[in-house]
């Protein structure tokens, strides 16, 4: 591709130089500034590329202009010496990668199959022709890695976010650090028009931040003392002060990192079918062209040379390098463009399994609710005060991390677990605090029915959360959430994308699960479900097929559903670790219409990856049957092989658009 340079080729089928840097690579400084600096060295090897090439060009058009009007007049060996020059200069990195593949016993590909072509063209004479073969090869070569070098760019755009420093706040003294050094409560200050370096919680100070490269929303929020912020979104106009949630590798931008680089390793069925078809395709089309080369003359059917020479159109129309390199660059265009909108895809297979879906399963609470829950009524049993059924329930909720539960820890101030109580988080039931005897719990029916205490059936559509100490019911409490405003359009939209059905699964009580799926059109539902029994659901809905299935959950007690159906998909699932390891895709704002704009994302993306497979096979198969009857040259040939895959790689890049 560029001169003096060895080729090798990814996982992915992008060819690119040793130590290129692309994120498909394991290096570190791949964002930030160096991004930058390897998006100019990129335009700069593309620039020089080009102006060798044009060089060579200019040379060649005027030895073709020479040997056309003067060739009689012309020395010929001079004039094949100037093409082999040509060619030597064109083509010496193309012989120097099929020389290492023939050494390591790849005898069929891109490179051996033109390379041997092109040389077998000038042992028949053919001179002009070999060095054009090969000077379109190289210019389709450039562009070809021009456009994947855009393609992965555009994601190391979004990702250029890694923070470069973080200004450590230590015994009233600033230290500066990088990121990966942050702790757990370790301070660190972050100046207007900087980038939060980790995840964590404001604790003083006020600033807009740009959430853009994370969530993909445009508009900017408001952080202030108590707001929660994420790694690798940009503090605007405010110098705030954030106490560590936890290290660097735990951040949103780390796990946003770490989610992008392995994306490209897991590929979907369409490439892996394509990889097999290539690697029998190039053999069997090799052996057409020995067939063709050999079969006639020495049958008698024509001279030796004729049809060495249709041998030799086949061979380089046979280069597969239309469908290797366009395939996937659509598949990571499409991860990209899904990036940029806020949804973190796992691999270029969950593409593919979105496409297929016919029904779609949603968690309730802070999927198709926010989650933000209000306490709508305290009602204590007889005998007990009002004031100590809620400290009750908030000591025994304070250690959950569930909308719930912080919804009714958050109405007591200053609450503390005593000393030597363990926490028992007992899931999809409720939480429990034990020290000997001692013992309080807050949670469903189920939970106090473990312990043998009965709960009154209570009517209306909040959550109720029962409590009890030491055995005795203290009461109920009930809170509230309510239905996204997006929910309704999102179920709308997953219909008009022809989802057949979509269903509800949820701990709550049936009240709850009946408002809510009766609000938003929904064809079915499950309520008080544990997170195995939400499995179970799931299969059931699904006649234990689940390849034609997504669940989208908000990563709390989710995991096992996750991974069950066919593609899980984490709303907002930095929140949950959970999330991040059991989902195929994580949508960063908590948005349901995020949902149907992965379908389209995914639809678009297998067009565009289809037309390019009917488009290289459709013209190739032509102007081989055009090649084998004498009715295309070598000339025809670099259209049918070059031409098409720039076609292709230019149709590829369409999958990074962010019109859906």
């Known amino acids: 591709m560029h001169e003096n340079t060895d080729f090798e080729r990814n996982d992915d089928g992008h060819e690119h ?18 991004c930058e600096e390897e998006e100019r060295q990129a335009g700069d090897k593309f620039h020089k590329e080009m102006l060798l090439l044009a060089a060579i060009g200019l040379i060649f058009a005027l030895c073709l202009v020479l040997d056309e009007f003067f060739g009689d007049n012309l020395n010929k060996q001079l004039l094949d010496a100037f093409f082999i020059a040509l060619y030597l200069a064109c083509g010496l990195p193309v012989l120097k990668v099929a020389f290492r593949a023939l050494m390591h016993g790849d005898f069929f590909n891109e490179f051996t199959l033109m390379g ?23 210019l389709g070569e450039a562009f070809q890695e021009k456009a994947s070098s855009q393609s992965r760019r555009s994601i190391k755009a979004l990702l250029a976010q890694k923070p470069i420093v973080a200004r450590l706040i230590k015994d009233g003294t600033q230290i500066e650090t990088v990121p990966e050094k942050i702790g757990r409560g370790d301070l660190v200050q972050v100046f207007p028009g900087e980038v939060i370096p980790i995840d964590g919680t404001v604790k003083s100070g006020i600033s807009q931040v740009d959430c853009s490269a994370i969530t993909g929303e445009s508009v900017p929020v408001t952080a202030e003392p108590g707001s929660t912020v994420h790694g690798g979104t940009l503090a605007i106009d405010g110098l705030i002060t954030v106490e560590a949630s936890g290290p660097f590798e735990d951040s949103t931008i780390s796990r946003m990192l770490e989610m992008v680089q392995n994306a490209a390793a897991r590929k979907s069925p369409t490439e892996r079918f394509i990889t097999r078809f290539a690697k029998r395709y190039t053999p069997a089309v090799f052996c057409i062209a020995a067939m063709v080369a050999l079969l006639p003359p020495l049958t008698g059917h024509g001279s030796f040379h004729s049809w060495f020479y249709r041998g030799l159109v086949m061979l380089v129309i046979s280069c597969p390098c239309a469908l290797v390199i366009s395939i996937p660059l659509g598949y990571f265009g499409g991860i990209g463009c899904a990036s940029k909108k806020g949804i973190l895809v796992k691999g270029a297979n969950v593409l593919d399994a979105v496409n297929n879906v016919t029904t779609a399963v949603f968690d309730k609470t802070g999927t198709l609710t926010y989650g933000r829950f209000k306490i709508a009524a305290i009602v204590p049993s007889n005998g007990t005060d009002r004031d100590e059924l809620l400290k009750t329930a908030a000591l025994a909720e304070s250690a959950s991390k569930h909308p719930v539960a912080k919804a009714i820890a958050q109405e007591v101030k200053d609450i503390a677990i005593p000393i030597g109580f363990d926490i028992i988080q007992v899931p999809g039931k409720g939480m429990l605090l034990r020290n000997g005897k001692n013992m309080i719990a807050a949670g469903n029916s189920s939970l106090l029915a473990d312990f043998g205490v009965e709960t009154p059936d209570v009517t209306g559509t909040g959550t109720v959360v029962h409590v009890m100490k030491n055995r005795s019911y203290l009461g109920h409490i009930i809170v509230e959430d309510s239905i996204r405003k997006e929910a309704r359009s999102a179920v709308d939209e997953l219909r008009r994308l022809g989802v057949k059905f979509v269903y509800m699964l949820t701990g709550d009580r049936k009240e709850a ?5 009766d609000a938003l059109g929904l064809d079915g539902y499950r309520f008080e479900l544990l997170p195995h029994e939400k499995v179970d659901a799931l299969k059931e809905i699904c006649g234990n097929d689940t390849s034609k299935t997504l669940y989208v959950g908000d990563g709390i007690n989710d995991g096992p559903v996750l991974v069950t159906s066919e593609t899980g998909i984490a709303m907002g699932g930095f929140g949950s670790q959970v999330a991040v ?12 219409l995020k949902v149907a704009e992965l379908i389209r994302i995914a639809r678009k993306t297998r067009v565009i990856v289809w037309e390019n497979i009917i488009m290289a096979l459709t013209v190739k198969g032509v102007f081989m049957l055009l090649g084998a009857v004498g009715l295309a040259g070598l000339w025809e040939a670099v259209f049918a092989d070059v031409g098409v895959a720039l076609l292709a790689i230019l149709n590829a890049t369409r999958a990074a658009s962010a019109k859906t």
């Open 581 to 592: 390891e059991a989902a195929d895709v994580v949508i960063l704002d908590d948005s349901p």
């Open 116 to 138: 041997g072509a092109t040389l077998a063209a000038i042992a028949i004479g053919e001179m002009s022709e070999a060095v054009g073969v090969m000077l379109f090869y190289r």
């Open 513 to 517: 699960a009946k408002s809510v799926a």
């Open 17 to 34: 130089e040793d130590g290129c840097g692309c994120c498909c690579c394991s290096a570190s400084e791949r964002y930030g500034a160096e």
